[in-house]
C-alpha cells in the first residue's frame, strides 16, 4: 500500500544529493544533471512506481505542454542471430511473449550486430493512459526507458536508437543519458526495488530545463 507522496531535489547528481547519485567515468564524462525523485513509502515497490509516475505525468506533464512521451526501448541483452530472431524484430518478439507495448507512433526497429549476437532497438510515441504498459516493457527489457522530449523530437529518438545502448550496470543508462538532455528531454528513471521501503520515480535532465519542475 502507498502513501502520501513526497520530494527531493538536487541540481547536481554527481554530487552527493537525496534524489539519484551518477558515477562518472573515464567512457561517460561528467555532464550538467540536475533531478528530481517523487517517492512515497510503499509495500509494492512496483505499485510505488506507477503511483508516482502517474502523478509527475497527470501534474508536471499535461496533455497542453510541449513535451510527448516516448518508450525508448530494447533488446537488453544479445540474441541468436538466426532468421527467426529477425523476422521477430522487437515488437513481434515482446507480443510473442506476452508483452503488449503502448500503443502509439513506433519509429522503425533497428538492428545492431556484433560477434555476441543481434539486438533490435525502436521506441513509440504514446499518450498517458499507455504508461502502465511501457514500465511493463521496461520491467521485462531493463535496457529500455522512458522519456518525454519536446514535440518534433521525432529525428533525435530515431538517432538514439539507431545506434542502440548498453545498460548501466547501476541507474540510467549513461550511453544515452547525455543526448536525451542535450535534446531538452528528461529521463523518468524508477527508483526503488525488490523490498525498498521507499520507491518512486526521479526525473532528471539539464538543470535550465528543470527549473520549472523545481520551482512547481
Not at 510473442?96 to 503502448?102: A, F
Not at 521485462?140 to 530515431?158: G, H, Q, R
Request: charged share 20%; aromatic share 10%; hydrophobic share 40%.
Amino acid at each position: 500500500m502507498t502513501t502520501s507522496i513526497f520530494r527531493h531535489v538536487a541540481r547536481n547528481l554527481f554530487v552527493e544529493n537525496d534524489v539519484y547519485c551518477l558515477q562518472q567515468s573515464e567512457r561517460h564524462p561528467e555532464f550538467s544533471v540536475a533531478g528530481i525523485c517523487w517517492l512515497c513509502e510503499t509495500d509494492n515497490v512496483r505499485a510505488a512506481h506507477l503511483c508516482c509516475g502517474e502523478h509527475i505525468i497527470a501534474d508536471y506533464f499535461p496533455d497542453s505542454s510541449n513535451l510527448e512521451l516516448w518508450l525508448l526501448a530494447g533488446n537488453s541483452a544479445w540474441q541468436d542471430d538466426n532468421r527467426v530472431r529477425r523476422w521477430y524484430k522487437f515488437w513481434k518478439s515482446l507480443r510473442r511473449n506476452g508483452i503488449l507495448p503502448p500503443p502509439g507512433k513506433q519509429t522503425n526497429e533497428h538492428l545492431i550486430v556484433s560477434l555476441d549476437g543481434i539486438k533490435w532497438f525502436s521506441a513509440v510515441q504514446f499518450d498517458t493512459p499507455g504508461y502502465p504498459q511501457a514500465m511493463q516493457v521496461v520491467y521485462y527489457e531493463i535496457v529500455s526507458v522512458i522519456a518525454a522530449f519536446p514535440k518534433n523530437s521525432e529525428a533525435l529518438v530515431d538517432s538514439i536508437v539507431h545506434k542502440g545502448w548498453e545498460r548501466s550496470p547501476h541507474g540510467p543508462p549513461l550511453d544515452i543519458l547525455p543526448s536525451i538532455i542535450d535534446g531538452h528531454g528528461l529521463l523518468l528513471w524508477p527508483i526503488g526495488a525488490f523490498d525498498d521501503r521507499e520507491a518512486g520515480v526521479a526525473v532528471l535532465g539539464k538543470p535550465e530545463d528543470m527549473d520549472s519542475l523545481m520551482n512547481a
